[in-house]
């Protein structure tokens, strides 16, 4: 075979093999039963409504308190380098384990949980397409068993903090100082202010509205019926529509950090983009003083 | 108001019984519901058909301990508490394997216990021999038509405006610096169930040695229309009830939450007392931070809602099918008499989060020492509320 | 000599435990232990007085009449 043509080849091959790498962040529910007993493969369920994990789970999957184990409990911030280790030694997670994540609401707190396995540099995160709605919807079996797996050392990578955006980051897009598109994927009322949050919800900020130049794209929008994620040409359309190509990095935020994060997944995971998660979000940048918000709705804080 | 003739009462049970099964296949497919939703419905139904025909009253069980000397209700209750024990310890060891790591079972009804529960024991003891009823006496007696049951129920929600109305207070000074105390983080599995199981066999002891019972009725041969009177029209004993009661406990736990009649009638309360704009806007220790997960706002019936709309449908199957459904008027001193309980009911339950099923049933089931301070209340309650009966009849 | 028409002590409508406390009261005063009827409308009511009737030396029998529900008090010995 002549040189440039081992090199087209070559080249073919990689072109080939380059989405086939970015379908890896997935997995289906197809492919979780078929690789329930192998043992490079280690599932989590990351789920935040009490009792769910217990009354039925994937079988051998390990359940993560959202908050006491991915989050830090008394500082607000992710969880500690030393915590993840902890957590992944007891789980009988090594560096070449395959973590497939997964759980209830959406998969925001799976979605949350992968974004943390990046900081910490672990290779082989999967997230489980369409979560628990999606094994319920198949009818797939569910297993009561709380699994014990044979402990290991596990050793975090020093953090990757270019994933996270922080207040300073967010104000620095603000205020043009550096390139940056906003995605907020709140409701539309909490986006135009109407609302300060959700109807029950204890969280609120003393601001409503949204970060000056944020575009609007409600996370219900990357998903289907069955919980799975959109094609990669839709999600590229969506974001499209809003003028977030890809061009400028993207910032995504909700009201506290986990919602962000699944559609820092999908931006980053599946359509490549340079995204950072800013998982201090509107209950952070809504009682920061002296930021600029955009407030349509024009709603005030009454102070009752 | 007679009761209708015995071919138009079994038409009227299967006509209920029909609905409950359709309407939990319905709820089963239901966006937005699903199979828990489905089986609160049942689980309910269950609950109440049990309830009505064992007779299984909590409010006699203390009382007529202390006005008659009646113990069969009582051992009723402690049959209960030990099959469930047994049954929730079953699940604990599956879904806990380490209870001293720190971690509880989810969902189980594990409270802070301080002296709350017994003001709220008592005041829900008193309220119940009353009124005649605890909630879930209330509600199954409304299953078979009684109408005294909604002056009770309106009292209930009357005494839950109350009970919020010193909540706050009460949690910052006693409830949240309370000790939850499960006891088998401090014993293990086997030896708290070793323990609890002791103390209930103790009481039944007690009970058997010093109360007289009844001596057996002569046995009569048992044909099928025996078999079936004694099922579906005679009352059955109340230690079958008990078992029925321990093993509808564990599997409530198992597939939606423990038992308990007082979450959605609390909630309705609360958006009621909310709307005329008299409570607190926010309860300390109860409105925890939910983050981003999204609180069901959707729903006029939660599934707690769901398990007492089947509880009072399943009691009006049963008391049909028996003939024991009834529009009775009750006396004007019984309904003066209901609704004063009611409140009382309505108090207790609220400051002790739970009644007789939630927080003493399904509490001590959780081996929670919750349960048991409630049930030391629940008999000071009773004796009191006894000596009163006593002395106005 | 015709017998002495049979007192029926009415407790429709009475929730519980107040049959069971007129019965009580009843049986204390009933001295010369002749056989009464208690007429009653909710049985799981009624089935509570099996107990007291034991204890006080009385044999109790259930008859339904027309939704209501007639217990006869028999003295034993």
Request: proline share 6%; aromatic share 8%; glycine share 12%.
């Amino acid at each position: 075979m002549s040189a440039p043509g081992s090199v087209l080849g070559t080249a073919i091959l990689l072109l080939a093999a380059l989405p086939a790498a970015a379908q890896e962040v997935l997995v289906t529910t197809e492919w979780v039963s078929n690789n329930l007993n192998n043992p490079k493969v280690r599932v989590l369920e990351v789920s935040v409504d009490p009792g769910v994990y217990e009354k039925g789970h994937v079988e051998g999957a390990v359940g993560v308190k959202w908050h006491s184990e991915l989050a830090d409990p008394v500082s607000r911030d992710i969880v500690s380098a030393a915590s993840f280790e902890k957590l992944l030694s007891r789980a009988g997670i090594s560096g070449d384990t395959t973590v497939v994540l997964y759980g209830d609401n959406n998969n925001w707190f799976a979605a949350w949980g992968y974004w943390i396995f990046e900081i910490y540099g672990h290779k082989a995160v999967r997230i489980m397409d369409g979560g628990r709605k999606k094994w319920e919807i198949e009818k797939r079996p569910w297993d009561t068993t709380v699994p014990s797996h044979p402990a290991t050392t596990y050793r975090a990578a020093p953090p990757n903090l270019a994933l996270r955006a922080r207040l300073p980051d967010v104000l620095s897009v603000v205020e043009k100082r550096s390139p940056g598109a906003l995605v907020d994927v709140r409701s539309p009322d909490e986006f135009a202010g109407k609302v300060f949050a959700p109807p029950g919800i204890q969280e609120l900020a003393i601001r409503a509205g949204h970060v000056p130049g944020a575009r609007s794209v409600p996370w219900s929008k990357t998903v289907n019926e069955d919980g799975t994620f959109k094609s990669r040409e839709d999600l590229r359309k969506l974001y499209a529509e809003v003028g977030v190509d890809g061009k400028t990095p993207v910032i995504t935020y909700c009201r506290i950090g986990e919602r962000s994060s699944h559609s820092w997944f999908v931006l980053k995971e599946l359509l490549g983009y340079d995204v950072r998660n800013y998982d201090g979000s509107w209950t952070e940048y809504g009682n920061a003083v002296g930021v600029p918000i955009e407030n349509p709705a024009g709603t005030v804080w009454t102070g009752k | 108001m007679v009761p209708p003739r015995r071919w138009i009462r079994w038409a009227a049970a299967a006509l209920v019984a029909a609905g409950l099964l359709a309407s939990g296949l319905i709820l089963h497919d239901a966006p937005g519901r699903g199979r828990s939703a489905s089986f609160s419905l049942l689980c309910g139904a269950a609950f109440g058909i049990v309830l009505q025909r064992s007779r299984f009253c909590f409010a006699s069980a203390f009382r007529d301990l202390f006005l008659l000397s009646d113990r069969r209700a009582a051992l009723g209750v402690l049959v209960a508490l030990a099959v469930g024990s047994v049954g929730y310890q079953v699940v604990f060891g599956a879904w806990v394997p380490d209870p001293s790591a720190g971690h509880m079972p989810p969902t189980a009804h594990i409270a802070p216990a301080s002296w709350h529960l017994l003001l709220g024991g008592a005041a829900f003891g008193l309220g119940m021999v009353l009124s005649g009823g605890c909630i879930s006496g209330n509600l199954y007696r409304l299953g078979e038509g009684s109408l005294t049951a909604p002056a009770a129920l309106a009292g209930t929600v009357a005494g839950f405006w109350a009970g919020t109305l010193v909540w706050n207070p009460l949690y910052v000074r006693v409830v949240s610096t309370a000790p939850v105390v499960w006891l088998p983080s401090h014993l293990g599995y086997a030896g708290s169930l070793a323990a609890q199981l002791a103390l209930l066999a103790l009481l039944g002891a007690l009970l058997l040695r010093y109360m007289p019972g009844l001596s057996p009725r002569p046995a009569r041969p048992v044909t099928l229309d025996v078999a079936c009177r004694k099922v579906f029209v005679d009352g059955w004993p109340a230690w079958a009830g008990g078992i029925a009661i321990g093993v509808l406990g564990t599997f409530a736990f198992l597939r939606t939450r423990p038992l308990g009649v007082t979450s959605e009638i609390g909630r309705a309360s609360r958006a009621l007392g909310s709307a005329m704009g008299f409570l607190p806007e926010r309860l300390e220790g109860l409105d925890l931070m939910a983050g981003c997960r999204p609180l069901d706002t959707e729903h006029l019936l939660s599934e707690n809602g769901i398990f007492v709309l089947g509880l009072v449908l399943g009691s009006a199957l049963a008391a049909l099918a028996a003939g024991e459904f009834r529009l009775r008027l009750g006396r004007p001193r019984g309904h003066v008499l209901s609704l004063a309980g009611g409140v009382l009911l309505g108090f207790g339950a609220m400051i002790s989060l739970g009644c007789t099923v939630g927080t003493m049933l399904s509490g001590i089931m959780a081996f929670s020492l919750s349960g048991w301070v409630f049930l030391a209340g629940l008999l000071s309650g009773a004796w009191g509320g006894a000596g009163l009966l006593r002395r106005l009849s | 000599m015709t017998a002495p028409k049979e007192r029926i002590l009415d407790v429709r409508g009475d929730l519980c435990p107040g049959p069971a406390l007129r019965v009580e009261e009843f049986l204390e005063q009933n001295r010369e232990r002749a056989p009464f009827t208690v007429l009653g409308d909710h049985r799981p009511t009624l089935e509570s007085l099996e107990l007291l009737a034991a204890r006080h030396g009385w044999s109790v029998e259930f008859e339904e009449e027309g939704g209501d529900w007639k217990v006869r008090f028999r003295p034993i010995g």
